[in-house]
């Protein structure tokens, strides 16, 4: 159906908005949030939550919980950063609460040579760490609320804003449950698909740790008195090498591993983490326990102890997911934009959203691609395009349409 009057207006607010956001974009991306960075990763919240509470939003700042202590890169004492939740939205008590969600980190080394955005000479792309996993997306949601607001558009929405969801989001899924709990739509400001499509459907995924403790022993004068960790570490490895179904979407890898540190001793002890992915519960059991079974009564030798921690469910499509998923399809289209389904094994903060209640539609960001490498990039038009669509969406979800 055609735009409404108030929806063309809408649009055309955020058109003129064009080089402002491109230039928002090069402020965030210029600050260094991976790493756990506390200083870029502050300033980005104060940035963005001072944006909110002019538009009258309360901002409150929920402490993160700690992870569990035998994840891979976890270090002790480390910065625990907290979870921004930003609440607007009380003139109009009976409409839908929308919940939208974004993450303020990225996986680029803080001080590495990737460090900002750099515009392709045709203007149309442009390279830059996070821009568009998920900075991108942040800056298109902050305009959304504001071309909102401008436009004197009443919407009850939260914003919250975490900033440790490319390291699983230990430290901020009891907030993102927590307002998950509260709301009636979830939207997620992670990226789109490479063909700009919605994921309505997503793979889950769990973390695992293996411990072996074996008897150390002078290689040349002692060997048969030891018992090696590695050689036991090696066949639960094979255990877990015998797992993955890639036709049913059921993947089990080993990652990082640690042994011995000297050829003439008999390793006591090796470790090695790993990762699954999973299309639903089911599949999700039958992983952990055949993970699991691998460990040993802690008087054996060699010693075989295992560590699971299954944070993020799949994320299905559901009746609820669909009908918000087509909603966002009907306004895409409406904006005359295209916005085709997708599924990926792939996780997010969607996954925890929705496990916890809330239909959530979580790759409304905006278009690109090479996430996680030095050629992250943007295509710049879909700035404007999905902001557009961001606001038009939360438009017709608060009951104005």
Not at 79 to 98: D, E, L
Not at 127 to 146: Q, R
Not at 265 to 270: E, F, H, S, Y
Request: glycine share 10%; charged share 25%; aromatic share 4%.
């Amino acid at each position: 159906m055609p735009l409404t009057e108030r929806e063309a207006s809408l649009r055309k607010r955020i058109e003129a908005r064009r080089s402002t956001l491109l230039e928002d974009l090069r402020l965030h991306v210029g600050l260094p949030t991976g790493g756990n960075n506390k200083a870029a990763l502050d300033e980005t919240r104060d940035r963005l939550t001072a944006r909110l509470k002019a538009l009258g939003a309360s901002v409150e700042l929920v402490a993160g919980q700690p992870k569990p202590d035998w994840l891979y890169g976890v270090t002790p004492g480390s910065h625990v950063p907290p979870s921004a939740v930003c609440r607007k939205g009380r003139s109009r008590p009976t409409s839908p609460r929308i919940l939208i969600s974004g993450h303020l980190d990225t996986v680029h080394d803080p001080v590495g040579p990737f460090r900002s955005l750099s515009v392709a000479s045709d203007g149309k792309t442009a390279l830059g760490p996070g821009c568009v996993d998920m900075k991108g997306g942040l800056v298109i949601a902050i305009a959304a609320l504001e071309a909102l607001e401008e436009a004197g558009i009443a919407a009850n929405w939260t914003v919250i804003l975490n900033s440790d969801e490319e390291t699983g989001s230990y430290h901020s899924e009891a907030a993102l449950r927590a307002e998950a709990a509260k709301h009636d739509f979830g939207l997620a400001l992670e990226p789109a698909m490479p063909k700009g499509e919605l994921v309505v459907e997503r793979a889950g995924s769990g973390q695992f740790m293996i411990e072996v403790g074996g008897r150390s022993a002078h290689v040349g004068r002692d060997f048969t008195s030891g018992i090696s960790a590695v050689t036991k570490l090696a066949e639960c490895i094979q255990h877990v090498a015998s797992l993955p179904d890639p036709a049913r979407s059921i993947i089990a890898n080993i990652g990082p591993i640690e042994g011995s540190t000297a050829t003439n001793v008999v390793p006591d002890r090796a470790r090695a983490w790993g990762n699954v992915r999973f299309p639903g519960k089911a599949a999700s059991e039958s992983l952990e326990t055949a993970i699991v079974s691998l460990a040993t009564p802690e008087e054996s030798m060699p010693r075989v102890t295992v560590r699971t921690s299954f944070n993020r469910p799949a994320k299905p499509m559901t009746p609820e997911v669909e009908r918000l998923a087509l909603e966002a399809r009907r306004a895409a289209e409406d904006l005359g934009q295209s916005l085709p389904f997708g599924k990926t094994g792939g996780v997010c903060d969607g996954n925890i959203l929705q496990d916890a209640g809330l239909p959530t539609i979580d790759t409304l960001g905006v278009r690109g691609g090479g996430l996680h490498t030095p050629q992250e990039w943007i295509e710049i038009p879909s700035l404007v395009e999905r902001c557009q669509l961001l606001a038009i969406l939360i438009f017709r979800l608060s009951g104005h349409a």
